[in-house]
């Protein structure tokens, strides 16, 4: 195994700002009062990254930021976590790509999106010295970052695989609605897939998690895990399938949850855990992501999932949001 990382994960790097409540916007010229603003690291890469050191599993990150104070403040924000930052590169042309996030009272957000560095990220950018020999190679950022979109992500999790390594891809919104045209090619050489609900309908055109999980395995996925929001998640695999149920919390924020959650999942994966047990811990980890503002900021260290589920054996609450 590699001595320097468990799992090595490709995907964006954002500076996020966000601000709650927002339930709506002021007419032009007006203002209007917010409880609580924040600047802090994002972006699918970055979360995944900072959430699966919290847990205990070693990491290495790709991904590119802008050569400004947006880029700096992401390096240190993943350093402080003990990330692997070595793949890490600077973008000379162009700045940090950047978000700000409206969050609702309900935990829910809008996101307004600048893309900048991460439209020059590429297949070129990747350390296979680094890959070679861990665990898992996550893709955080399907459809987030253009030059990996269709035969460039087959081509990278195919040589991933060919390094000894499990794979697995988590899904973003696609903004330009292509979809299973371009991930398909992807999907011979996934291991692992995380789609929520409604990005596993437009991937298939199916609105239940089974025939969402069944597609995408009639495509080479080994394993499905559709994320079920305040429900828990849904997986099948050659080993059979289930629906594992969630933990009952009041959201702050769900920036980044889904980021959290896939981190978890990988990280019991990686500590040899069944997955009813990785789906657990997943949703274990995926609600409490919910409770602070920010998606690196509020990833829950392992001790405090643990002892959600330890206090969850003997009690009632079913409901998670992941």
């Known amino acids: 195994m590699n ?107 809008r996101l307004l999106h600048f893309r900048g560095a991460s439209a020059y990220f590429s297949v070129r950018h990747l350390n296979w010295d680094l ?52 991930l398909e090619p992807a999907l011979a050489h996934t291991d692992f897939i995380f789609p929520n609900r409604e990005e596993g309908k437009q991937l298939t055109g199916e609105t239940e998690p089974a025939a969402i999980a069944c597609r995408l395995r009639s495509l080479g996925v080994k394993t499905v895990i559709v994320k079920l929001g305040a429900r828990g998640c849904y997986v099948e695999s050659s080993e059979g399938a289930f629906t594992s149920p969630g933990f009952a919390v009041h959201p702050v924020d769900t920036t980044g949850a889904g980021d959290c959650f896939a981190a978890a999942f990988l990280a019991a994966i990686c500590q040899g855990n069944s997955l009813p047990d990785a789906a657990r811990f997943a949703n274990a980890a995926g609600a409490l992501a919910t409770l602070g503002m920010g998606g690196g900021d509020s990833a829950p260290p392992r001790a405090r999932v643990l002892k959600l589920l330890s206090e969850s054996a003997s009690s009632t609450g079913t409901l998670a949001c992941n």
Request: aromatic fraction near 6%; hydrophobic fraction near 40%; include cysteine.
């Open 131 to 182: 890959v070679k020999g861990a665990r898992v190679f996550h893709y955080a950022s399907a459809f987030a970052l253009p030059a990996f979109d269709g035969a460039p992500l087959e081509e990278t999790l195919k040589r991933a695989r060919e390094l000894g390594c499990q794979t697995s891809v988590n899904v973003c919104w696609d903004q330009r609605g292509r979809w299973l045209s371009m």
């Open 3 to 109: 001595p320097s990382c468990e799992v090595f994960c490709a995907g964006n790097a954002v500076a996020d700002v966000l601000a709650r409540p927002v339930n709506g916007l002021t007419t032009p010229g007006g203002s209007q009062p917010l409880e609580e603003v924040a600047l802090g690291p994002g972006g699918n890469g970055v979360n995944t990254a900072i959430a699966l050191a919290r847990l205990g599993v070693r990491v290495a990150l790709a991904a590119p930021v802008g050569n400004d104070r947006l880029g700096e403040m992401l390096r240190q924000a993943v350093r402080a976590e003990g990330v692997g930052d070595s793949n890490m590169f600077t973008v000379k042309e162009a700045r940090t790509s950047a978000s700000v996030v409206l969050i609702e009272s309900s935990g829910e957000r």
